[in-house]
């Protein structure tokens, strides 16, 4: 089993930064992939980025030049820095892992991220 703890969300004005981060707890020994999701509402949880544990990340068009993630495998922890923020970022942002031979996958509880204009 994994826990995941995220921390960092908030209020924040447009053209502003937050920083997200994920703390995991339990088998971590096991983690692969971690990485945040974002859920708007109405809308349906998509991926905001990805990296691997050996610090390989995909790209997203949405955030590209404006989000990064980072992970330091030492704290079990992943970070998300999110700079440029638009309206439509504003979203609950989950953290995500994928534990395991078979893949296992684990999210956070999540944490409101809110942009205002």
Known sequence: QVQLVESGGGLVQA?????????ASGSTWGINTMGW????PGQERELV?????????????AVK????ISRDNAKNTVY????SLKPEDTAVYYCHALVG???EEYW???TQVTVSS
Do not use: K, V
């Open 15 to 23: 053209g502003g930064s937050l920083r997200l981060s994920c703390a």
């Open 37 to 40: 999701y974002r859920q708007a």
């Open 49 to 61: 980025l990805s990296i691997s544990r050996g610090g390989n990340s995909n790209n997203a068009d």
């Open 65 to 68: 030049g404006r989000f990064t």
């Open 80 to 83: 998300l820095q999110m700079n």
């Open 101 to 103: 031979l078979r893949l």
């Open 108 to 110: 956070g509880q999540g």
